[in-house]
């Protein structure tokens, strides 16, 4: 599941809406919509993110963090390496082949490491 899949996931849930009724009332096919949430499709349209903005009626900070979370939410990525040194590509690849294996501890140091880099 997506970052964005889980916000949906979870406004649905607080509205008591299901998936078959949220999906036709966007106009999108249920299995579209379940493939949404759980990361099976690539990130949403602006357009869509701006649907269903709309259709649970947020704003502000909401609004602007589901956007944030549809940005993120790509669920295949590519690591382009070309120009790096070549460890670079050993670690990338190394991340790639280990991936499922990392534990929410491992993740939460990722994550914080990566906020270290992005702040410099």
Do not use: C
């Not at 999108?28 to 649970?56: C, D, K, T």
């Not at 669920?75 to 670690?91: E, G, K, M, N, Y």
Request: proline share 3%; glycine share 4%.
């Amino acid at each position: 599941m997506t970052p964005f899949g889980q916000a949906v996931r979870k406004l649905r849930s607080e509205r008591k809406l299901s998936q078959k009724q949220m999906a036709a009332d966007l106009g999108v096919s249920a299995a579209y919509l379940s493939a949404l949430e759980h990361g099976n499709r690539s990130e949403p349209s602006w357009q869509m993110v701006q649907r269903i903005i709309g259709y649970f009626n947020i704003i502000w900070d909401e609004a602007e963090e589901l956007q944030r979370l549809a940005l993120l939410s790509k669920p295949r990525v590519i690591i382009q390496t070309r120009s790096l040194d070549p460890r670079a590509t050993i670690v990338a690849n190394r991340v790639a082949e280990n991936f499922d294996r990392l534990t929410a501890e491992d993740i939460d140091r990722l994550d914080a490491m990566m906020n270290d880099v992005e702040s410099r």
